[in-house]
C-alpha cells in the first residue's frame, strides 16, 4: 500500500501540498513525491509527444520559496531516473519556464514550475507546462495515477545517470520582455531608454520577480530607487507577496507616494500576476486593472470581446462596451477557465484577444495566451511611454471614467456535508425561483457560473459555488449601505431553510 496519497496532491491543474512539516502537521509534498512526480511528468510527456524519454529535455525552475531547493533536486532525479536531461534555471518566474518551451536558444519539450504562489511558506507545488502551454486538470491527475501505478520504478532506485545543466533563463526572458517594449513604442521615444523620464518603484514581495527592477526597468532607464522586497526569501517577512493582499497593496501605495513615483509595480510570488500603482497612489487592480488592460487592447482591435471572470462589476461591463466600444464576455472564475474561454471563441472565428481574472492573471493572444505579470506590466510601460510623448497624460487617466459600486464584499459559507456538490446546486436552483418575488431584482443574462442577480442601478450579487471547496461563495456590490443591507437580509431569510450552510458571516 502507498504512503503516498497521490490523489490529494490535485489542486486544479497544479501539483500542490504541504512541503514543511509544522506544528500544524506533517508534509505531504515530499522529496520522495517529487521524484515520483518527475519521473511520471517524463513518462506521460513521452506517451504524449510519442517520443522517447531520453530524448527530452526539461526545464525547471523555482520561486522564492524554502522547500524550492530540495524539491528542484527530487524533481530532476525522477526526471533522469525516467531518462531525460533536465535543465536547471534556478530562481525564475512561472512565465518564463513556459517560455522556455518556445523562447529562440531554449525550446525544450517540457518545463516544471516549482511555486505554490501566494500560499504561506510551508507550501509548494508545480505548474507544467509543454510548448501548447499549461496543463489542463485532466493531465495533471493522469500524472499522478501513473506515479501511484509505478512507485516500484522509482522509490529507493539509484540505477540512473544524473544529467543536468545550468541554464540562465531568466537573462533571456528579460531580454524578451525588453524587446517586446521596444518594439511597441512610438517612433518618437527613445527606444534605447524609453523609460528614462520616470521613476518606477518595484516591490516584488520578496518572490522571484526582483529581477523585473535592476534587469528591466534599470535597463530601460527607469530610476527604481524606493523598490522594494527584491530580494528573495521564502519566509516572505514584509507581507504576503499577492496583490490582492490588502496590506501588500497599501505597502507598494506607501511606496510610490513616498518616492513620488511614476508607477508602482507589484507582483505575486511567481510573477503570473500583477497590479500597478499611478502617480496619485491609486491602485489598479481588480477591475481597474481589466478596465486599463482592456484599453490599451481594444486601441488595437476595436470591437473585439474581452473575456473576464464571473465577479467583474456592472460599471466594467458599461465602461469597455459603451466607452471602448469593446464587447464584454463574462465567464466563469478561474484563470484557466477565463483562458480556455477565449481561446473557444477564437476557434469559431470570435477576436477574443484578452482573457484577465479580478485576481490579476491576465493573458494576451499575442503571448501565447499566457497568464503573464510582466507581459501585462511591459504592456502598460509602452502606453506610459507612448501617453507622455503624444499628449503628456498619465495613465490612471485612460480609466478615469470608469464607474465602481462604493462598497464590494465577499462573504464565504460553509456546506457541512461531504457530498456538497448537488446540495448546493439545489440551493442555487431554489435562488433563482426566489429571486422572482422581489421587485427591480432580475437574473443577469448571459451568465455563466451560479447565478448573477442585477438589483437595479450599479447593484448586484453573485451566489455560486467555490471551484474546489465546500463553500458557497457571495459577491454583492452596492453603492449604499442602506441597499447592501437589504441584499443581504434577503439572502439570509433565503438561505435559513438550508441547516447545512453556515451563513454567519453574512451577519
Not at 102 to 130: C, R, W
Not at 233 to 256: L, R, T, W, Y
Not at 413 to 421: G, P
Request: aromatic share 8%.
Amino acid at each position: 500500500m502507498s504512503k503516498i496519497k497521490w490523489e490529494k496532491l490535485l489542486s486544479g491543474t497544479d501539483v500542490r501540498g504541504k512541503a514543511i512539516e509544522t506544528e500544524a502537521g506533517k508534509a505531504n509534498l515530499t522529496e520522495e513525491a517529487a521524484v515520483g512526480i518527475g519521473f511520471s511528468f517524463v513518462n506521460w510527456l513521452a506517451e504524449k509527444l510519442d517520443s522517447k524519454s531520453s530524448e527530452l529535455k526539461i526545464a525547471v525552475g523555482h520561486d522564492s520559496r524554502l522547500s524550492a531547493d530540495s524539491l528542484k533536486k527530487a524533481l530532476a532525479e525522477g526526471m533522469n531516473l525516467a531518462g531525460a536531461r533536465v535543465y536547471n534555471a534556478d530562481l525564475a518566474s512561472t512565465p518564463a519556464m513556459f517560455m522556455s518551451t518556445v523562447l529562440e536558444g531554449h525550446q525544450y519539450q517540457g518545463a516544471v514550475m516549482i511555486t505554490a504562489s501566494h500560499l504561506p511558506f510551508d507550501k509548494n507545488g508545480f505548474k507544467f507546462f509543454t510548448r501548447e502551454g499549461g496543463l489542463e486538470k485532466e493531465d495533471v491527475i493522469k500524472i499522478l495515477e501513473i506515479a501511484a501505478a509505478g512507485e516500484d520504478k522509482f522509490l529507493n532506485n539509484s540505477d540512473y545517470q544524473k544529467n543536468v545543466e545550468d541554464i540562465n533563463l531568466i537573462e533571456d526572458y528579460a531580454e524578451h520582455i525588453k524587446s517586446i517594449i521596444r518594439d511597441n513604442l512610438n517612433p518618437k521615444v527613445d527606444p534605447k531608454q524609453p523609460l528614462a523620464d520616470f521613476k518606477i518603484v518595484v516591490d516584488a514581495g520578496n518572490g522571484s520577480g526582483g529581477f523585473f527592477a535592476s534587469q528591466i526597468l534599470e535597463a530601460l532607464g527607469a530610476d527604481t530607487e524606493g523598490s522594494q522586497f527584491l530580494k528573495p526569501d521564502g519566509n516572505f517577512p514584509n507581507h504576503a507577496p499577492n496583490p490582492e493582499d490588502k496590506e501588500a497593496m497599501h505597502s507598494i501605495q506607501k511606496a510610490v507616494l513616498e518616492n513620488k513615483a511614476d508607477l508602482g509595480i507589484i507582483f505575486d510570488t511567481d510573477v503570473d500576476r500583477a497590479a500597478v500603482v499611478d502617480s496619485s497612489g491609486r491602485e489598479i487592480n481588480r477591475n481597474k486593472l481589466i478596465a486599463l488592460a482592456a484599453t490599451i487592447v481594444l486601441e488595437n482591435e476595436p470591437g473585439a470581446t474581452i473575456v473576464t471572470d464571473s465577479v467583474t462589476s456592472v460599471g466594467l461591463k458599461d465602461f469597455i462596451e459603451n466607452k471602448l466600444g469593446g464587447v464584454h464576455h463574462r465567464f466563469k472564475r478561474g484563470y484557466k477557465n477565463v483562458i480556455n474561454e477565449a481561446k473557444r471563441l477564437e476557434a469559431e472565428g470570435v477576436n477574443a484577444p484578452l482573457a484577465i481574472e479580478t485576481s490579476g492573471h491576465a493573458a494576451f493572444k499575442d503571448n501565447y495566451f499566457l497568464d503573464d505579470g510582466a507581459y501585462l506590466v511591459a504592456k502598460v510601460l509602452v502606453k506610459m511611454a507612448n501617453l507622455k510623448e503624444e499628449n503628456g497624460s498619465k495613465i490612471g487617466d485612460l480609466i478615469a471614467d470608469l464607474k465602481e459600486a462604493k462598497i464590494k464584499e465577499e462573504y464565504r459559507m460553509k456546506i457541512r456535508l461531504d457530498d456538497f456538490k448537488e446540495y448546493a446546486q439545489n440551493i442555487l436552483a431554489d435562488l433563482k425561483e426566489y429571486i422572482q418575488e422581489i421587485e427591480n431584482w432580475e437574473i443577469a443574462p448571459k451568465n455563466y457560473q451560479g447565478v448573477r442577480v442585477n438589483c437595479g442601478g450599479s447593484d448586484w450579487f453573485l451566489m455560486r459555488m467555490s471551484l474546489h471547496d465546500p463553500v458557497i461563495v457571495l459577491n454583492v456590490e452596492s453603492d449604499e449601505k442602506e441597499k447592501l443591507e437589504f441584499i443581504l437580509t434577503k439572502i439570509k431569510g433565503f438561505l435559513n431553510k438550508y441547516d447545512k450552510v453556515n451563513s454567519e458571516s453574512l451577519n
